[in-house]
């Protein structure tokens, strides 16, 4: 569903295509600071919110994806 495809989109920080290690790893870096880019609930810090998205998703591919 859209839902679905949403969240995995936000959660794919290095946009390529999939969520992994690496989109792990740029959240983690960030944590404690204020990073629209890894701050995936948008509440102006990047915290265990963040992260639990990307735990969430790991290992998902956006459609279309060939990655």
Do not use: C, H, M
């Not at 920080?13 to 880019?37: E, S």
């Not at 915290?47 to 290992?59: P, Q, R, S």
């Amino acid at each position: 569903d859209i839902y679905s495809v949403e969240k995995v989109s936000l959660s794919d920080v290095n946009q390529d295509g999939k969520v992994d290690i690496f989109d792990l790893t740029i959240v983690a870096a960030r944590f404690g600071q204020n990073d629209p880019v890894a701050d995936l609930t948008g509440d102006g810090v990047v915290d265990i919110f963040d992260l639990t998205i990307i735990a969430a998703n790991y290992g998902k591919k956006l459609p279309g994806s060939d990655q």
